[in-house]
Each structure stands twice: as structure tokens, then as C-alpha cells.
């Protein structure tokens, strides 16, 4: 008798941990948390993604590729797993050991279900709802690992039929999930097999947010043949930036049946936009996908094209990846304070302008022959419904591609116009844009002019 009250009085101390722990607000949960569109690990540090998808559910002998990706730089990787309707179902025990290995290795571990892959359209996928089962069926490995764990839902959970309830499946998901005590950031996947073709998650990502009692969702995209210009790609993510709702990458490549995906735009706007991504995928690809393998026979030595671009590339895993601070790297350094006070501006003998908008010019990254340029639009002192910047290059330099705005040019001379999204700015806000430019000999920037209306 004296063990059956003891057993029953813990279970009440578990259930009124879980519901103060559900009461916190994100901010201060465990794990990751979600603020104005960033994602955050449990210290507070902004965290982007920069890792691989590995078919652990295909291949669960291939343990090694936790610290095989690791060795090539990733800080995470989002693990394939099966809730037992499709492929064989992944114990409890097993994700215990993959999210161990996930911690060894110093990377971020986000789990997904695959079974729900292209629902309403191929034959045997599961549903959201059946997806929840299963995350709550590993309850008991995933209650304390928040630190560590994002949980995916389902993978690519409506393909290109019947998938109008994407909006209430995925609100219902969420709200199961909170209710049963999880607190991890959830990553949701788009639908139209993940690619979004319909915008269904573009046009309904704010209210599936505000579906989530813990504001604390994460929103996957994964680009394909659907996104194989640069304008595509820097429309669909600078919606999600504008609306300050956080966007990740969860799957790419660099080729792909359905068409060629720009995978040079995807990495330098995500780099110059903090956006995380997830190329796909380390190994053992088939059915005619298997140039979609990193690695070749998962060995790390033996990089294919793929990997070689996504590893060594110029914006890929070795030149931006930043493991998560959680598993006590140094933190960067910070500026120390000045020993004497810095001087104070006069205030103008004239007030200033009361409407307009003013332009700043930043080249963010560099290389021979080519750089990234973004330039940040401010309002003045009264609200602006649009806005056209206007510069000349004075040592020849060129745009190639821009994002978040339509750039024209005559000779050394660009116009950019905002675009029907990130044009109208109340007083004193701001919005960007970004591009692509090549250069010889010199990179001076040049002097802007910005226009409201």
C-alpha cells in the first residue's frame, strides 16, 4: 500500500511539472522558442540551421553518420523515423539512442515522421492525427530533451490532392501536442509534397502560429523543381520574413526529377537572411533520386558533386554552419565597452524632413568576381504606402538577381521598387532587399537615393 501511494504521488508531482511547464511562456520554456520570426535555443542564442537529412527508419545501421556529418561541419540533422504504418515503426528505445547520438555529436536533432508523405494522394500515408499518436507514444523520450529536440510532425503530410485541411490538421496537431505537455518547437511541413506550389502554407502560416498556445512553431518549406528561379525563391521566404513568422529550408537539392532547383539562390539568401536549411540527403537514396546522395555508400570521404557544392560550397555547411551554443562552444566575442563616452550629435538647427524614406547600402558578402549587396529602406517621419531606390555603380559593378524588391537596370545605373508586399512603412520602420552583383578591379558602394510613393 505504502508503494502504490508513493507511484501515485509521483505521477501528481510529473503531472503538475508538465502543466507548469506548459504555462511558461516560450520565452522562458527549456528548449528552443520562437521570437519575431528567429528561432532560439534554450541560452537565448539565435540558432540557423545549417545540417542534413539522414534515412536513419532505412538505415538504422548506420550510426556512424551522426559524427560523419558532424566532421563535415553540420549542427543538425533531421532524422527520418516511421511510425510503423508504412516502413518499420522506430522504438521508443531507438529514438532514445538516435537523440543520444544527436547530443554526442553536438548536433541539433529534428525528428520527423515519414509515413504521412504525400496524404490524399499516396496509397497508405497516414494522417496528421495518426502522426500525433506516435510523438506521443515517445513521450517518455522526448519529455526532458527540448535543449536539444525539434519535433517535425509529418513529413510532406498532403501531396498534390485533397489537401485543403492542411490548415485545421495541422492547428489540431499542434493543439494535441501542447495539450499532452510537449513544449519542443514543432516544425510543420508545407503541403503539395512539401513544395507548396498552392500556397496553402504561405497564404495560412500566420494562423497555424496563432493556433500554437506556445507561439512556438517553426515553418519547413522543401525546394525542388517548384523553385528554380531566383525570384521564387526570395518571394516565398521574404513573405514569411516580412510577416516575421520563422521559415526553414527542410529539404533541397541541387537537381531534381521534377526540375532544376536554384540551389545557389537558396544558400545565399538564407545566409543573408538567417534562414536555416536541410539539404537532403546524406546516403543511400534510390528510385531514381540517388544523385541526391551526399555521400557516396554513406562514406564521408567520397563526397559526390551534391556534397562536394553543399559542404565546401561557397555559402554551404563548412563556411556558415554555427554549432548551437547550448553544447558550450565559446560564444562570439562581444565589443568591449569605450573608455570614454563617445561624442554626442548637436541637434539639428533645422527639423528634419517630415516624410520621404532614406536608404543604406551594406555589401554582406564578397568574392572574386562576385559579392552580395543588401540595402535597408526607412521611412521618415510619416508613414510611406512605397518606395523606389536608385544608385549608380561607379566601378562597373552589375546586378545578377535580386529578392524583396524589382531591380531594373540602364547601364551602371539600378532602380529598385519595392515590392506589392514590403512597400507601405509606418514612420520610422524599415524594410530590406537584397541581390546578387558581379565586379572588377574595385567594389566601391555607391550613393543612394530613395524616394517615398
Not at 376 to 391: E, F, K, L, M, S
Amino acid at each position: 500500500m505504502k508503494t502504490r501511494l508513493s507511484a501515485v504521488g509521483a505521477a501528481l508531482l510529473a503531472l503538475l511539472v508538465a502543466v507548469l511547464a506548459f504555462g511558461q511562456p516560450a520565452h522562458a520554456a527549456a528548449g528552443f522558442s520562437v521570437a519575431g520570426g528567429k528561432l532560439y535555443d534554450a541560452n537565448g542564442t539565435e540558432f540557423v540551421m545549417r545540417g542534413v537529412n539522414h534515412a536513419h527508419t532505412w538505415y538504422p545501421q548506420q550510426t556512424s553518420s551522426f559524427a560523419d556529418v558532424k566532421a563535415l561541419g553540420a549542427n543538425t540533422v533531421r532524422v527520418v523515423l516511421s511510425s510503423g504504418d508504412r516502413w518499420t515503426r522506430n522504438t521508443n528505445a531507438d529514438v532514445a539512442n538516435v537523440i543520444a547520438l544527436c547530443k554526442a555529436n553536438r548536433l541539433i536533432c529534428v525528428l520527423e515522421v515519414h509515413d504521412t508523405t504525400g496524404y490524399g494522394e499516396q496509397s497508405g500515408a497516414i494522417t496528421l492525427a495518426r502522426a500525433v499518436d506516435y510523438w506521443l507514444s515517445l513521450a517518455d523520450v522526448l519529455v526532458g530533451q527540448e535543449r536539444y529536440v525539434i519535433v517535425n510532425i509529418g513529413n510532406e503530410p498532403y501531396g498534390n490532392q485533397n489537401y485543403a485541411s492542411w490548415v485545421t490538421d495541422n492547428a489540431n496537431a499542434i493543439k494535441r501536442l501542447r495539450t499532452a505537455g510537449l513544449t519542443h518547437t514543432i516544425m510543420v511541413d508545407a503541403p503539395n509534397w512539401g513544395q507548396d506550389w498552392s500556397f496553402t502554407m504561405r497564404d495560412n502560416a500566420a494562423s497555424v502560429f496563432a493556433a500554437d498556445p506556445a507561439r512556438n512553431t517553426v515553418f519547413s518549406i522543401h525546394m525542388y523543381g517548384v523553385f528554380d528561379t531566383a525570384a521564387e525563391i526570395s518571394d516565398y521566404l521574404g513573405r514569411f520574413r516580412s510577416a516575421g513568422l520563422p521559415i526553414v529550408i527542410g529539404e533541397f537539392g541541387f537537381n531534381h526529377s521534377d526540375g532544376d532547383p536554384d540551389e545557389d539562390t537558396i544558400l545565399a539568401y538564407s545566409q543573408a537572411n538567417g534562414i536555416g536549411w536541410l539539404g537532403w540527403s546524406w546516403s543511400g537514396n534510390g528510385g531514381g533520386v540517388e544523385y541526391l546522395d551526399l555521400a557516396t555508400s554513406f562514406n564521408p570521404a567520397d563526397l559526390t558533386t551534391w556534397g562536394q557544392r553543399l559542404f565546401n560550397g561557397a555559402n554551404g555547411i563548412r563556411q556558415t554552419a554555427r554549432e548551437a551554443s547550448v553544447f558550450g562552444g565559446i560564444p562570439p566575442p562581444t565589443t568591449p565597452p569605450p573608455t570614454t563616452p563617445p561624442p554626442t550629435t548637436p541637434p539639428p538647427t533645422t527639423p528634419p524632413p517630415t516624410g520621404g524614406c532614406t536608404a543604406t547600402y551594406t555589401v554582406t558578402n564578397q568574392w572574386q568576381g562576385g559579392f552580395q549587396g543588401e540595402v535597408q529602406v526607412t521611412a521618415g517621419a510619416a508613414a510611406i504606402t512605397g518606395w523606389t531606390v536608385r544608385w549608380t555603380f561607379a566601378d562597373g559593378q552589375s546586378v545578377t538577381q535580386a529578392w524583396n524588391a524589382t531591380l531594373t537596370s540602364s547601364g551602371t545605373t539600378v532602380t529598385a521598387r519595392n515590392a506589392d508586399y514590403n512597400g507601405r512603412l509606418a514612420a520610422g520602420a524599415s524594410a530590406g532587399f537584397g541581390f546578387i552583383g558581379s565586379w572588377t578591379g574595385s567594389n566601391t558602394p555607391p550613393a543612394l537615393s530613395c524616394t517615398a510613393g
